[in-house]
């Protein structure tokens, strides 16, 4: 790339002002990536990708328009912003829209203590695929294991500048490291699968090749010989591995566009009992070597630490410019934003109170119940919080787990289902979504 993103920006910026647009914001995305995958000790398939992508938005009075394009040629930046201007006069006005203030802008954030990048050099492809072959062998040396379906290693390194007329210009790099494996046990209508993997902004954080294979290897094991659980209203405890699913739908309703929207089940919550006192969600986007943090929004306003629930009660939604001015309110500074589309609202970082108790003590405690592993489909009414959603897992009873299960679905609603959950104390410190298992008492659970 010849051209410094900022420079990319800067070119974005003049030509919209040229092309005549009041005011306009530009982001620029350059990113390399590189996965591997293996299947029988074989490169099965390797990919690599190398682009730079450019969004502009400009502004004519209260009315908008985005244009995007792969293309930083001079030419293709001034056509792209006559673009712009040409659709934005023929928009529709908003009211709402608009750059945020100066006084509003990010001044001071250290990008370095974030520690989003890791200075090590890109992985050779072959260092990659040694990496996926080795872990597919630690899944294949677990008895039982028939075949491994996949075995990938990846790594992206992503650079992102963002300029606009109100005078923010700053950017950041950040870089990605995934390694992943699922394993397949039985055969015919006896075939089970499972997983496990890593994704570290440091490859050196990552987890060995060998204990993810094995976990996977192990996981598919256990999950053989599964049997339909007996419909009723039992306990369920959400394992770790996808309990933030659940705190990940009250995040979606207290989002600002739903909320503007008045399209979501926890429209009148605010100030009110969402989580059992005691349960407290923080957002942190300022967690160093953590996937989700940032130094500053798409709309370059600061980020902060703030409590989204606090002691049960909703306290916050979650704003950008634009939904903030709708609902008469701040933005919490938590605007994401592709080359494609203008800012929304988003959430980073998040951490669940953990319990005093760990999995194993709440699997004891439930009595007769369903331990939920894996997810399948969706069905949430954004309205109402109504919550089916197909399930497998293990069978608890009297407190002990006796065997695998599968082909259920369990049913509730999410306002009352999250008011009474029970956080164990298993959440993993490093994941973006810091989330332990989670106890719901009653839920129905149908099955034969």
């Known amino acids: ?10 070119a974005l910026l003049t030509a919209a002002k040229k092309a005549g647009a009041d005011n306009a914001d530009a982001i620029s995305v350059a990113g390399t990536s590189v996965s591997i995958d293996v299947r029988d000790g074989n490169l099965e398939q390797a990919e690599r990708a190398e682009g730079t992508d450019v969004g502009l938005r400009v502004f004519v009075g209260q009315r908008q328009a985005i244009v995007s394009s792969s293309d930083t040629k001079p030419d293709t930046i001034s056509q792209m912003a006559e ?43 072959k260092q990659l695929q040694e990496t996926a072959i080795e872990a597919e062998n630690a899944a294949r040396e677990i008895k039982g294991v028939e075949q491994v379906q996949s075995a990938s290693a990846a790594y992206g390194a992503t650079e992102i500048h963002i300029a606009a007329t109100n005078g923010f210009s700053a950017g950041y790099r950040r870089t990605d490291n995934a390694l992943s494996c699922v394993a397949i046990a039985g055969t015919g209508t006896g075939m089970e ?42 306990p369920v405890l959400f394992d770790e591995r996808i309990s933030s699913g659940l705190i990940g739908h009250l995040l979606a309703a207290i989002n600002g566009t739903n909320i503007a929207r008045g399209s979501s089940w926890l429209k009148d919550a605010m100030g009110k009992q969402v989580l059992p006192s005691g349960l407290t969600v923080t957002e942190n986007p300022l967690r160093p070597r953590v996937t989700g943090s940032r130094p500053f929004d798409a709309e370059g306003l600061p980020r902060k630490i703030r409590n989204i629930v606090e002691d049960g009660v909703l306290q916050s939604w979650t704003l950008d410019l634009a939904t903030a001015r ?30 005093t108790h760990s999995r194993d003590d709440l699997i004891r405690d439930m009595g007769t119940g369903l331990w939920v592993t894996s997810m399948i489909g969706s069905t949430i009414n954004p309205n109402t919080g109504d919550y089916s959603r197909g399930a497998a897992g293990f069978w608890v009873e009297n407190g002990e787990v006796i065997g695998p299960v599968n082909e259920c679905t369990i049913a509730g609603n999410l306002r009352e289902m999250l008011g009474r959950i029970v956080p164990a104390n298993d959440a993993r410190a490093h994941l973006s979504r810091v989330v332990p298992s989670i106890l719901i008492d009653g839920m129905a659970l149908a099955g034969e």
Do not use: H
Not at 117 to 123: I, L, R
Not at 328 to 354: D, F, H, K, Q, W
């Open 1 to 10: 790339m010849s051209q410094s993103l900022q420079s990319i920006s800067d």
């Open 326 to 355: 709708k609902l008469g309110l701040e933005s919490t500074g938590s605007a994401g934003r592709g080359t494609s589309g203008p800012p929304s609202p988003s959430v980073s970082n998040i951490e669940l109170t953990a319990g």
């Open 193 to 234: 699968r499972d997983y496990d993997g890593d994704f570290r902004v440091y490859r050196s954080d990552m987890r060995s090749a060998a204990e993810i294979g094995k976990l996977a290897g192990e996981r598919c094991i256990e999950r053989l010989g599964a049997t339909r659980p007996k419909t009723g209203t039992y």
């Open 83 to 125: 673009r712009a201007v040409a659709m934005a006069k023929l928009a529709p006005e908003d009211p709402y829209i608009g750059l945020a203030d100066p006084e509003q802008l990010a001044k001071d954030w250290d990008v370095e203590a974030l520690e989003l990048s890791d200075p090590t050099e890109e992985p050779e492809p």
